[in-house]
């Protein structure tokens, strides 16, 4: 092994670590809400991860600039608050297959979208992969006997167009903060704008002191998912680039899959199978 090799080691282990937690996400959530109510867990995930970045990044913080607040508001709505109300609440619902497989969708969304604002045509590749990847999806919806609802996996796609305007969005501040402590800031703020909600929720329906196997599940997804996550994979990008790490990320359903499978004992299915394949290839070809 030569020096280059070495040196990416590292930041690609740092990345499989990101994909590997992102992907136990899904069935962490979905055991986490049967105590916790949906928006609460939200709420607690970014209170804690918000405020484990912002003891990283307050020494090197620096002042919003005039008129960039409302962006950070903007981020926090569409990327925390909206997308985990969305996620939380359909993975109470749906299967973590499901909700992964559905969440897979987005850098098909992304290129649709782009599409769009750039005034241009979709390349025929991505319509085939559009076409294959609904028809992954219309394999999935409702289905897995009884365990997912349609409901539920109609909501993992309230959370798939959150992302995507989260994509948009974050444009606008790139480059002007450091990504660290412009991440510290939208998890906060999207806690702070979760808290209204998750208490109102709590007030209608009163919840008993979750386990410690549930407190464990917060730590985990605010500590390890987000915190620590966001950080190791800012820490990848800029040695493997940005190409090649987000190919990882087609890992993320696979992971979700067997997490649910083993963790939850999910149905593993022939229209999980075939469901999945199709959104996957789907993915790659409009990719």
């Not at 969708?105 to 390349?123: F, Y």
Request: hydrophobic residues 55%; contains cysteine; aromatic residues 12%.
């Amino acid at each position: 092994m030569d020096g280059r090799e070495k040196s990416r080691l590292l930041p690609l282990l740092l990345a499989g670590f990101c994909i590997l937690v992102w992907g136990l996400s899904f069935s962490v959530t979905r055991g986490a809400v049967r105590q916790i109510p949906p928006l609460t867990l939200a709420c607690l995930r970014f209170f804690l991860a918000g405020l484990l970045l912002w003891l990283v990044t307050r020494r090197r913080a620096l002042p919003l600039r005039p008129g960039d607040g409302k962006w950070v508001w903007a981020l926090a709505l569409s990327g925390v608050t909206l997308y985990f109300t969305f996620e939380n609440i359909g993975l109470k619902l749906t299967t973590a297959s499901h909700g992964s497989l559905i969440i897979a969708t987005i850098p098909l969304g992304t290129e649709l979208v782009l599409a769009w604002r750039q005034r241009r045509w979709p390349r025929a590749a991505t319509w085939l992969g559009a076409l294959a990847a609904l028809g992954g999806v219309g394999l999935l919806v409702g289905r897995d006997r009884g365990a997912a609802s349609a409901l539920g996996d109609l909501l993992m796609f309230g959370a798939v167009g959150c992302w995507i305007a989260y994509t948009f969005l974050v444009q606008r501040l790139s480059g002007r903060y450091p990504h660290l402590l412009l991440t510290a800031w939208i998890m906060l703020a999207g806690a702070v704008s979760l808290l209204p909600a998750a208490a109102v929720e709590s007030w209608l329906y009163p919840w008993p002191w979750p386990d410690a196997v549930a407190w464990g599940q917060v730590l985990f997804l605010g500590v390890v998912c987000s915190a620590l996550g966001y950080d190791f994979w800012n820490r990848a990008v800029p040695v493997l680039g940005p190409s090649a790490i987000n190919t990882l990320i087609y890992f993320i359903p696979l992971v979700g899959v067997a997490g649910g499978v083993v963790f939850l004992a999910e149905p593993l299915t022939t229209n999980l199978f075939i469901g999945g394949a199709l959104i996957c290839c789907g993915v790659v070809l409009a990719r």
